[in-house]
């Protein structure tokens, strides 16, 4: 995870990060412990560039080109852009579907306190 972030921050500004969470495999064909961490970032990016570049760090760390088996094997990595906001309070109030991406963020205690403050 470490150096995933330190590739992702040469690209964006990585604002905070949550501590990760471990998951036990889900699913008959996944045999390997998830590690999910979530990353605030800043960019002027559009989608379509930020997910040009993630998906070259994806590759870049072993992850299988896209192919239909891909979903079904253990995979190194998986980058996903789950929400965007001009406005750091709107993604801070933004609800995951995910159980552990609301895990996650009842534990991001640090992350909330330091960004609204300097959001005001």
């Known amino acids: 995870m470490p150096h995933a972030c330190s590739i992702i921050a040469l690209h964006v500004d990585v604002i905070s990060y949550s501590p990760v969470l471990i998951n036990p495999p889900q699913g008959k064909t996944f045999n390997f412990i998830f590690h999910n961490q979530l990353l605030l970032v800043r960019s ?6 930020l997910k040009i570049i993630f998906a070259d760090v994806e590759i870049s760390m072993g992850r299988e080109a896209k192919t239909p088996a891909r979903k ?3 995979r190194p990595i998986d980058i996903d852009i789950l929400h965007q906001s001009d ?8 609800r995951f579907d995910e159980p552990y991406n609301q895990t996650i963020m009842a534990r991001w205690h640090d992350i909330k306190p330091s960004l609204t403050a300097d959001n005001d």
């Not at 002027?44 to 560039?49: C, E, G, N, S």
């Not at 406005?87 to 933004?94: K, R, Y």
């Open 72 to 74: 079904f094997k253990d």
């Open 87 to 94: 406005d750091v309070n709107t993604l801070l109030a933004h």
């Open 44 to 49: 002027d990016l559009d989608d379509a560039a």
